[in-house]
């Protein structure tokens, strides 16, 4: 009985510090970090196209944190300055990511502007990246014999279009490139000061 108890305050001391640690503080250090002032808020269009990424799980293979370069050379690869807290102002929830199948997409607006682009890369990745690994996704787009008024008709490269029909975006598909067009933390924000070598 002796060795129990002992066992059940010392696992129970391990999860208070680790939740002081992890959670109270934490959030007692950024409850009031307020946004930075060149952050935009999200529009009703970009929130929808965030729930899109969110439902693809574009999120599985693709982080929106670019590190620091005493981490990672994420600045060298193009991906943009180490992400501060305040840049998730907006974001609940955030979608960090853990891996890096894909690129870090935090500044992808930034990176890659085109609509055009991005709704024929969602539409067949090979097409525009040879022998790229994100999967295709076909179904946030129809193919038609030929486009109403009001269709925004995709753009592909030669040999990528089905035969003899034209592939038009889904309103779902239009709110994700908007999503994607609008992740652009490239603003200023203030570095943390290095401290003087001796
Ligand atoms: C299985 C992993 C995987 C998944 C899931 C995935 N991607 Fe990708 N993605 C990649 C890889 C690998 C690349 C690099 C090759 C390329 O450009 O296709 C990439 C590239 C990209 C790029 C271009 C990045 C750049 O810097 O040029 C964008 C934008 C993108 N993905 C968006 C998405 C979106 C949006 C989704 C969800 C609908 C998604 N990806 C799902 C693996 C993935």
New binding site residues.
Partial sequence: MHDELKLLSGAMVTLALATAGLVVLPFIQLKAVPPPPGLKAYTSAQLRGREV?IK???I???SQQPRDKAQAPDDTRGWGRASVAADYFYDKPHLLGTMR???D?FN?GA??PSADW?LG??YQ?RA??PG????S?PYLFEAKEKADPGDRVVTLPPGFKPVGKIVVATQEVLD?VTY?QGLDHTYPVLEAVEPKKK
């Fill in positions: 990424y693809n799980g574009c599985y293979c693709h199948t894909g690129p997409l992808i990176r890659q991005h890369h969602l990745p525009y990246t790229s690994i994100m999967p996704y994700l994607l």
